[in-house]
């Protein structure tokens, strides 16, 4: 019988987001869409550890590997400057 992935809660994103808010977004999306976790980690192309980590919030993880899941689930980033950018 195949796994059952319930849908985790989807977090605030109203306020700067972190790393760990991106993680939980990524939970989130992955659940939503009914993916285990080995299911997406096969479709990144990434181990199920590795995976895992991203999901985790593992701050040492390879930025092209966030970006192999977030290209994976089709979540876009957007990069704002903030400020008038004299603050150098």
């Known amino acids: 019988m195949p ?4 849908i985790s809660k989807k977090p605030d994103l109203t306020d700067p987001i972190d ?3 991106l993680s939980q977004f990524i939970r989130h ?5 009914d993916m285990t976790l080995e299911d997406a980690a096969s479709l990144c192309n990434l181990s199920k ?4 980590n991203v999901e985790k ?6 930025v092209e590997t966030l970006f192999k899941v977030l ?8 990069i704002v400057e903030q400020g008038d950018g004299d603050d150098w």
């Open 3 to 6: 796994k059952q992935v319930v």
């Open 19 to 21: 790393f760990a808010v």
């Open 29 to 33: 999306k992955r659940t939503s869409l």
């Open 49 to 52: 550890q590795a995976y895992s």
């Open 57 to 62: 919030g593992i701050s040492n993880i390879r």
């Open 71 to 78: 290209v994976a689930l089709g979540i876009a980033l957007s």
